[in-house]
């Protein structure tokens, strides 16, 4: 049973960090690439990050580019999402995802291609 779980989301002030968390079980965790999105109701999912199974390409989203970081540790099936300097446009629900390999390359930005979702956690920034 392939699984995702996010874990890290919280309410947070405005300018402040987190750290978003997503254990992955149940797959060969190198087989697949990393995507982090985020969704705020009444919205379709957004593209935030993404990282490839080895680390060496990443790909962010314009509203985040120098302020978040997504990595990976592939020896604890681990994906992260380090974010700083916090917006309250910040606020939604960000899942992490997995991703073909085969599909990293041209297809890590869209929602469509990822195989394996999590549940999602609650980031609120406030004012």
């Known amino acids: 049973q392939v699984q995702l779980v996010e874990s890290g989301g919280k309410l947070v002030q405005a300018g402040g960090t987190l750290r978003l968390s997503c254990e992955v079980s149940?797959?060969?965790?190198?087989?697949?690439?990393m995507g982090w999105f985020r969704q705020i109701p009444g919205k379709e999912r957004e593209f935030v990050a993404a990282?490839?199974?080895?680390?060496?390409?990443?790909f962010y989203t314009d509203s985040v580019k120098g302020r978040f970081t997504i990595s990976r540790e592939n020896a604890k099936n681990m994906a992260y999402l380090q974010m700083n300097s916090l917006k309250p446009e910040d606020t939604a629900v960000y899942y992490c995802?997995?991703?073909?390999?085969?599909?990293?390359?041209?297809?890590?930005?869209?929602?469509?291609?990822?195989?394996?979702w999590g549940q999602g956690t609650q980031v609120t920034v406030s004012q």
């Open positions: 990282i490839s199974w080895g680390g060496g390409r990443v």
């Open positions: 149940g797959v060969t965790f190198t087989d697949y690439g």
């Open positions: 995802a997995a991703l073909q390999n085969d599909y990293f390359d041209k297809n890590a930005q869209s929602q469509y291609y990822y195989t394996y």
